[in-house]
């Protein structure tokens, strides 16, 4: 693979899809949650998104169907 196409497809990739955590107010990655025992647990950890349903060989439809999980609840974002 040379170079630019690498490039290319490493920055598309990480510009299609972003995950956030349902108490993510979009300026930080991170959420603190208080348990009973007063004990702050940040996670740091981001969600993982799994592909359900591909994009179907490129035809004319300007809106193919394209499904994804995540193993978060939250708000999911995606666009391209």
Do not use: H, M, Q, R
């Amino acid at each position: 693979v040379k170079p630019i196409k690498y490039g290319l497809i490493l920055f598309f990739s990480l510009a299609v899809i972003s995950c956030s955590s349902s108490s993510d107010n979009g300026s930080s990655t991170t959420s603190t949650t208080t348990t009973d025992d007063d004990v702050d647990t940040t996670d740091t950890t981001a969600p993982v998104i799994a592909e359900v349903t591909a994009v179907t060989t490129p035809t004319n439809d300007s809106t193919p169907n394209y499904t994804f999980s995540s193993d978060e609840a939250g708000t999911i974002t995606y666009g391209g």
